[in-house]
């Protein structure tokens, strides 16, 4: 069982185009970060977000921590094909790093 | 600075026989955790260690041990391999021993186990 939901599982989208990745738990986090992996490779993080509707913005990519600190969201736009890969959102409860059930998008040229 | 490396990159072993994996930290990082990951999903929490003590440890049987050296270089073991314990072992070091919000992670790119 893992303790944070992502969805969709998949996604493959046309270059161009926005999307919206969801990161969903039950459980109070103290800190949530995502990740991206290609394969092959370890995952790379991208953001760390900390406070309770707190919005990270790095270039096309767009964080979001849910007020309550359980959920999060991750939204692209103007996807490109450089954006193919695995993302996984993690969370720490302050003994334990969970990390997400991982959402794996294509991007088509 | 070198990043976080593991080895070996890939490994069969057959059921029942035993592992050790291996990772080195970046330098001047104290903290390594280890994670399992099975195909398409995210990587599962194992252990934590900082300063050679165990500082977390996630649901694993006890076939699954980890210990940390001096030079804050560790080593996963896990005894009497079962088909289910094939996935890609990742290793992941940091500064603090806190999690991630004194300092981030960074991971190597993993041993890819095969247990047949």
């Known amino acids: 069982t893992q303790l944070l939901e992502q969805s969709p599982q998949f996604l493959s989208i046309q270059e161009g185009e926005n999307l919206t990745v969801y990161c969903n738990s039950s459980s109070v986090f103290s800190s949530l970060q995502w990740y991206r992996q290609e394969p092959g490779e370890g995952p790379v993080l991208l953001v760390t977000?900390?406070?309770?509707?707190e919005v990270k913005k790095l270039k096309r990519l767009t964080f979001q921590f849910g007020d309550a600190r359980k959920d999060s969201s991750l939204h692209i736009t103007a996807a490109q094909p450089g954006d193919t890969g695995l993302y996984l959102c993690a969370g720490d409860t302050g003994n334990q790093f969970y990390f997400g059930t991982g959402t794996s998008l294509t991007v088509i040229p | 600075d070198a990043g976080v490396t593991q080895s070996p990159t890939h490994l069969i072993k057959t059921r029942g026989q035993q592992v050790t994996l291996r990772c080195s930290p970046i330098?001047?990082?104290?903290?390594v955790s280890w994670y399992q990951q099975v195909l398409g999903q995210g990587p599962q929490f194992i252990f934590q260690y900082y300063e050679k003590e165990e500082r977390g440890r996630g649901n694993f049987p006890d076939r699954f041990s980890a210990r940390q050296f001096p030079n804050y270089s560790s080593e996963l073991n896990v005894n009497a391999l079962l088909l289910g314990d094939s996935a890609l072992y990742l290793c992941?070091?940091?500064?603090?021993?806190?999690?991630?919000?004194?300092?981030?992670?960074?991971f190597g790119n993993g041993t890819r186990l095969t247990v047949t």
């Open positions: 992941a070091s940091s500064r603090s021993r806190d999690w991630v919000i004194a300092s981030p992670l960074h």
């Open positions: 330098s001047g990082h104290k903290s």
């Open positions: 977000v900390v406070t309770g509707g």
